[in-house]
């Protein structure tokens, strides 16, 4: 079993930063890849950026220039830099990771969410 668990949202204004963090625990092999997902209101989900363990990463158009992902490894941690955050980037951002069990294949792992609101 794994756990998720994000810190970092919050309100801010327009063009203003914020960093999410989100730490994996539990029982697991290796993490293949980590990433974030985003779901406005009314909206559907929608990948936000991704980085692999050869830290490839890949990004949603809407967030290009203005965020950026990381991990740190040895605290099976990934982080979001957001930057010049606008209105329309609100919605609750979750981690998610996939990992590869000891035994078995690759399994997929999602945290609660962490709710980010940008004012204008």
């Known amino acids: 079993q794994v756990q998720l668990v994000e810190s970092g949202g919050g309100l801010v204004q327009a063009g203003g930063s914020l960093r999410l963090s989100c730490a994996a625990s539990?029982?697991?092999?290796?993490?293949?890849?980590m990433g974030w997902y985003r779901q406005g209101p009314g909206k559907q989900r929608e990948l936000v950026a991704l980085?692999?363990?050869?830290?490839?990463?890949n990004y949603a158009d809407s967030v290009k220039g203005r965020f950026t992902i990381s991990r740190d490894n040895a605290k099976n941690t990934v982080y979001l830099q957001m930057n010049s955050l606008k209105p329309e980037d609100t919605a609750v951002y979750y981690c998610?990771?996939?990992?590869?069990?000891?035994?078995?294949?690759?399994?997929?792992?999602w945290g609660q969410g962490t709710q980010v609101t940008v004012s204008s």
């Open positions: 998610t990771a996939r990992t590869v069990p000891v035994v078995g294949g690759k399994r997929d792992y």
């Open positions: 980085i692999t363990s050869g830290d490839s990463t």
């Open positions: 539990g029982s697991f092999f290796s993490i293949n890849a």
